[in-house]
T-cell receptor, first 112, second 116 residues
């Protein structure tokens, strides 16, 4: 499983766009990149997943360069409720149910 | 999205007793489930992989005799913390995945275990 590196913490203000970058230099050909959000005392919640280029859903965008050695989660206009820990995970979903090894994650603090 | 349910959400037990935590996949069959432990301000630590109909695979450093895992059906895995001690107090989270149909793991809401 590819190791990931993210900033430990980030601060932002309401209404701003937040970009969190994750490095995964050893990503394998069959690996997908998945981002999760976790609030205190809750299980992680799926945000977005991608393999290459750009993926967008109703809450975020995921940018993946051609070499796939990094990825950037973009939250368009954050609110106070987006304060959480964000995890970037890399793995092959077809090797037995997507075993997920969590890195340290990024603690995002959104201020008013 | 798929739903994974954990029960109980909170439990307090006395030292020396055992506690069972259930993890259910409500709308899909989970051939594989995973159990994690999370201490305050830390990331999730994978404890074991639970495979339906076979023995669980434990991560290095996790005592299999202390953390008993049973995955008797495609929708239920249980984690039993045996002879619990205060240092076992933690947040336990399960996740479930299935081969092919879905490409992400779905997490339960977690169980806060406090051993007094």
């Amino acid at each position: 499983l590819a190791k990931t590196t993210q900033p430990i913490s980030m601060d932002s203000y309401e209404g701003q766009e937040v970009n969190i970058t994750c490095s995964h230099n050893n990503i394998a050909t069959n690996d997908y990149i998945t981002w999760y959000q976790q609030f205190p005392s809750q299980g992680p919640r799926f945000i977005i997943q991608g393999y290459k280029t750009k993926v967008t859903n109703e809450v975020a965008s995921l940018f993946i360069p051609a070499d796939r050695k990094s990825s950037t989660l973009s939250l368009p206009r954050v609110s106070l409720s987006d304060t959480a820990v964000y995890y970037c995970l890399v793995g092959d979903p077809n090797t037995g149910g997507f075993k997920t090894i969590f890195g340290a994650g990024t603690r995002l603090f959104v201020k008013a | 999205g798929a739903v994974v349910s954990q029960h109980p959400s909170r439990v307090i037990c006395k030292s020396g007793t055992s506690v069972k935590i259930e993890c259910r996949s409500l709308d899909f069959q989970a051939t594989t489930m995973f159990w994690y432990r999370q201490f305050p301000k830390q990331s999730l630590m994978l404890m074991a992989t639970s495979n339906e109909g076979s023995k669980a695979t434990y991560e290095q450093g996790v005592e299999k005799d202390k953390f008993l895992i049973n995955h008797a059906s495609l929708t239920l895995s249980t984690l039993t913390v045996t002879s619990a001690h205060p240092e076992d107090s933690s947040f336990y989270i399960c996740s479930a995945g299935s081969r092919g149909a879905r490409t992400e793991a779905f997490f339960g809401q977690g169980t806060r275990l406090t051993v007094v």
